[in-house]
């Protein structure tokens, strides 16, 4: 086996230390603040999401006369959310919770109609697929 002495090599042929800059914070124009405001969704927005992940398919559909009668006898409560704004917010996240990214044209029409914007829709799509990924994950573990 062979032994190289490395104490009798120059100090001097060491590598020279190298520098980095600091980074630059991007310049935003107000084009992109306004852009990253309309992408944000509320506080109350966000519980409806939550909220939204027990809801079944079939809180979507108009109850019939069978189902109201059923629901009064059994006091079960209506999951429908009195302001129609917040309404189009639950079924589209119902639909995203159950479906991922395939959800119904006539859906994305009436989220829009509703006064949401791409950004917020995009925003609350990529927190339920970051969620149910995190929920997968977890139960292969078990």
């Given at each position: 086996?062979?032994y190289l002495?490395?104490?009798t090599?120059?100090?001097?042929?060491?590598?020279?230390?190298v520098?980095?800059?600091?980074?630059?914070?991007?310049v935003?124009?107000a084009?992109?603040?306004a852009?990253a405001a309309?992408?944000?969704?509320?506080?109350?927005?966000?519980?409806?999401v939550?909220?939204?992940?027990r809801?079944t398919?079939?809180?979507?559909r108009?109850?019939?006369?069978?189902s109201?009668a059923?629901?009064s006898?059994f006091?079960?409560?209506?999951?429908?959310l009195?302001?129609?704004r917040?309404?189009?917010?639950?079924?589209m996240a119902?639909?995203?919770?159950h479906?991922s990214?395939q959800?119904p044209?006539?859906?994305?029409?009436a989220?829009?109609?509703?006064?949401f914007t791409?950004?917020?829709y995009?925003?609350?799509?990529?927190s339920?697929?970051?969620?149910?990924s995190?929920d997968?994950?977890?139960?292969?573990r078990?």
């Amino acid at each position: 086996m062979a032994y190289l002495n490395f104490d009798t090599l120059d100090a001097g042929l060491a590598p020279p230390a190298v520098t980095i800059a600091p980074a630059e914070e991007p310049v935003l124009t107000a084009k992109d603040r306004a852009n990253a405001a309309a992408a944000r969704l509320s506080a109350l927005e966000w519980s409806v999401v939550a909220l939204a992940r027990r809801d079944t398919l079939s809180s979507l559909r108009v109850p019939g006369r069978l189902s109201s009668a059923m629901a009064s006898l059994f006091r079960q409560n209506n999951p429908r959310l009195a302001d129609d704004r917040l309404e189009a917010l639950r079924r589209m996240a119902v639909l995203a919770w159950h479906h991922s990214f395939q959800v119904p044209v006539s859906e994305l029409r009436a989220f829009f109609a509703a006064g949401f914007t791409v950004g917020q829709y995009e925003t609350m799509m990529a927190s339920i697929s970051a969620s149910t990924s995190r929920d997968r994950a977890r139960r292969r573990r078990l």
